[in-house]
């Protein structure tokens, strides 16, 4: 049995709705200003270095909820270095939240992308990437057009 033109425009619209509502538009940025337009260097002084790259803004409304984090760059890590990512809430100090090692030495650029998972308390909250250089000293990771995305 079908059901009339009228009623399953109404089923498709309440299905839409639920839809929507259930998958929130995820909060981000993207810095992406072309080759070179917005590039960060990062050069380890000591061996070590962090350094942040972005960040962005969500608000989890009035409960505690986990929150996916996608984070993508374009990564120039020089021989004997490895690059490490860490993240950040409300400026707390960087913690490792899901796949640590973000690149190693490469020849050429190259995108790398990670997902984490992080819970947070109710309100708006700040989210930061942090990326960790481990290499010798004086040693220059180049990072280029970052992309954060947090979905609720």
């Not at 950040?88 to 640590?100: E, I, L, M, N, T």
Request: glycine letters at 8%; one cysteine or more.
């Amino acid at each position: 049995m079908s059901l009339p033109r009228l009623h399953r425009f109404a089923v498709a619209l309440c299905l839409t709705t639920a839809l929507a509502a259930a998958h929130a538009k995820p909060a981000g940025t993207c810095s992406t200003d072309g080759p070179g337009g917005n590039q960060v260097f990062v050069t380890s002084p000591t061996g070590h270095y962090f350094t942040d790259l972005t960040r962005t803004v969500v608000n989890t409304g009035t409960v505690n909820k986990s929150v996916y984090i996608w984070f993508s760059v374009d990564a120039g890590v020089p021989a004997g270095a490895e690059v490490r990512l860490l993240f950040s809430v409300d400026g707390a100090a960087p913690q490792y939240r899901g796949p640590q090692n973000l690149a190693n030495t490469t020849e050429y650029y190259q995108s790398r992308s990670a997902l984490a998972k992080v819970s947070v308390p109710p309100g708006s909250h700040t989210i930061t990437p942090f990326v960790f250089v481990s290499a010798g000293p004086g040693v220059t990771a180049v990072f280029d057009d970052r992309c954060l995305f947090v979905e609720i």
